[in-house]
């Protein structure tokens, strides 16, 4: 897995220098001809050095969805606050739209690789967890405090919902080809409402049948 993260300002800008340095690469050459040589010498390091910080071309691709990670939650955290739920997953969902706009054209090269169910680069794999983790925070940040009163089972597993629906916006954002992805940015704001009527909808008695259910699935099918 990525080395620890450094503990210098020199050894962060040496990481992400790494990172850069590949992504240009992945773009250019494909993900597959590109070597961990030819990173390193973009990167202008040594491949020891390279080899220092990650140990893989796959383990460098979890360094950056880490990386997208933290730049998505410092977005999330500048937002202004809301107490609705609606409000709280557009301002998030439009906060990864402006973080991963300028790996827009890599993502749509790599996402064949990382949509291979057995590829270690899959954001459902056992190397993606810190990532999913990651993602999974700032969903469950987005539901505490919210005023949206949902099924407590539901509220339970909110954080988890909310992250594979917010997999189905990035697909979509993949393979968006309108300018500044005005497209996704509109799927996002139509979502926005409806997410929270759908948890607000979960309190109805006569929808256990169909949620609970629903929910028991979801649980077995991530197990």
Do not use: C
Not at 74 to 96: G, I, N, T
Not at 196 to 209: D, F, G, H, K, T
């Amino acid at each position: 897995m990525p080395r620890p993260e450094p503990a210098t300002a020199r050894g962060e800008e040496t990481r992400q220098q790494i990172i850069d340095a590949a992504l240009r690469l992945f773009e250019q050459n494909g993900y597959t001809k590109t070597t961990m040589r030819a990173i390193a010498g973009e990167a202008g390091v040594s491949v020891g050095n390279a080899y220092y910080y990650f140990t893989s071309k796959e383990h460098l691709v979890q360094g950056f969805y880490q990386h997208i990670q933290a730049l998505h939650q410092q977005q999330v955290e500048q937002a202004p606050r809301s107490d609705s739920l609606a409000a709280r997953w557009q301002a998030m969902e439009l906060a990864f739209v402006d973080v991963a706009a300028p790996y827009h054209e890599f993502g749509g090269k790599f996402f064949a690789i990382a949509a291979e169910p057995t590829s270690p680069l899959s954001p459902f794999s056992d190397e993606s967890r810190p990532a999913r983790q990651a993602s999974t925070t700032i969903m469950g940040n987005l539901v505490i405090g919210t005023d949206v009163k949902g099924d407590k089972r539901l509220m339970a597993e909110l954080p988890n919902l909310l992250w594979l629906a917010h997999m189905g916006i990035v697909l979509f954002w993949v393979h968006d080809r309108s300018p500044d992805q005005e497209r996704t940015r509109l799927l996002i704001r139509r979502t926005a409402p409806l997410v929270e009527r759908i948890v607000a909808l979960s309190r109805l008695r006569p929808l256990r049948p169909v949620l609970y259910p629903a929910l028991d699935l979801i649980q077995d099918l991530s197990n």
